[in-house]
């Protein structure tokens, strides 16, 4: 064993090291060799050193470089050094996450790792959180936790008895809304096509002035950072309306919830502490491992209602049991890695990484301006959209720089125009790497 895993940390670091080096989408060559692996199962077993050997050189290059400091696709973080560590020993440790009695040292590091994120992102104390594998889980946690309010308090009891029959509920999103949320609305049998949706402005922001009557069966779900522009729904506004009705308030914050752990930026998440749910990542912003995020709930027993079950062989002590809070049993100790993260940044490190991202966006968004090409939103966090010309040149110009290797950034549609979306969001990207994508991007363009 010793000698398997010195040897994978030997391949790991040295996969780490040349990153630098290689293009950050894979070569068409990488790609193909993936036919190595098509072979039969094996009928006997072999060496593990032989298999991770094959792993190590034949997928290895047909990965996407998003560890290294230059992806700036979808909205994906790296992964920091005391986390990566952290998440090694923890799979070293095989816990399983649901119970207590299971692992007390996950158990612990998990409550730790949810305080300490609860107090970053500027949520209530005493709210209830569960550790999950993304925002869309947390969305569809937290929004099983409304289902389960709203229509408890109209004497429906929706676990033991399901939706045929029951009063029912209105969901109000942004018409920005993320695909997630819509996925878990569905899941949940409220309907991705149900809601009413909101118009927004320029920038993608919910228009409060816009929002439909609310009652106390309604769910509006608040945007913390669209994921094309960055921009936050107005929660002032729309979460004085809601608690006038009674309404349940829920925040998909994937990455913009961050905003509140950086004095520089809290602005942009004011209010949204006020909400009854928000939904989180931690392998966005905070930079873990896959696959990671966070719910939290302001009523721990709505949470608790929605997701608590018992058996027999299930008895447990009084203290926070995970399965209790999350919709998982079996899963691995996701809290490990949070924690080793959190440690090591503190307080202040958090803040920097998002203050840093930011940085990088405002500078990707004013040297590709200051060329002559058009940047479509107002850059308040980490998200740039632009447009090289019309939409054919400004795709092409995408699929070029794709190609071309140096970094990857994506193709969105933005109101109508087409255009290429940058998300800052990883630890590693430096201010060299700025600089090198930035260069990339012109010469493409300009060849183009
Ligand atoms: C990324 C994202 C999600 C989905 O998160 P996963 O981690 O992929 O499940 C939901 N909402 C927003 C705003 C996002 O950016």
Known sequence: MRELLHDTAERAARYLERLDDRPVFPSSSAVAGLAALDEPLPEKP?????????????????????????????????????????????????????????????????????????????????????????????????????????????????????????????????????????????????????????????????????????????????????????????????????????????????????????????????????????????????????????????????LRGAMMVGAAYLQTADQREAAHYGPEFSRRARGVEIWAALRTLGRTGVAELVERTCRHARRFAAALRDAGHSVHNDVVLNQVLVSFGDADTTRKVVAALQAEGTCWAGATTWQGRAAMRISVSSWATSDEDVERSIAAMLRVAREL
């Open 46 to 302: 072999c060496e593990p050193a032989a298999t991770l050997r094959l792993l190590d050189e034949v997928a290895g290059p047909a990965t996407v470089a998003s560890a290294g400091g230059r992806y700036f696709g979808f909205v994906t973080g790296g992964t920091q050094p005391a986390a990566l560590a952290a998440s090694w020993l923890a799979a070293a440790w095989d816990q399983n996450a649901a119970f207590t009695v299971m692992s007390p040292a996950a158990a612990r590091l998990e409550e730790i790792a949810l305080g300490w994120l609860a107090e970053l992102l500027g949520l209530p104390t005493g709210c209830a959180g569960a550790l999950v594998s993304g925002a869309t889980l947390a969305n569809v946690t937290a929004l099983a936790a409304a289902r389960h309010a709203l229509l408890l308090r109209q004497g429906w009891d929706v676990e033991r008895d399901g939706l045929f029959g029951a009063p029912p509920l209105s969901v109000v999103v942004g018409d920005e809304v993320h695909v997630s949320v819509l996925k878990a609305l569905g899941l949940l049998g409220l309907g991705r096509e149900r809601v009413l949706r909101v118009p927004v402005d320029a920038q993608g922001r919910l228009r409060a002035d816009a929002l439909p009557p609310l009652s106390d069966s309604t769910i509006v779900c608040l945007q913390a950072g669209n994921v094309n522009t960055g921009a936050f729904d107005p929660a002032r506004e729309v979460i004085a309306a809601a608690r006038a009705a009674g309404a349940w308030v829920h925040v998909d914050g994937a990455f913009g919830l961050w905003a509140a752990a950086s004095p520089a930026y809290a602005q942009l998440a004011d209010g949204l502490g006020d909400a009854d749910s928000w939904a989180t990542d931690t392998h966005k912003y905070l930079n873990v491992p896959y696959d990671s995020g966070a719910v939290f709930c302001r009523h721990p027993e709505q």
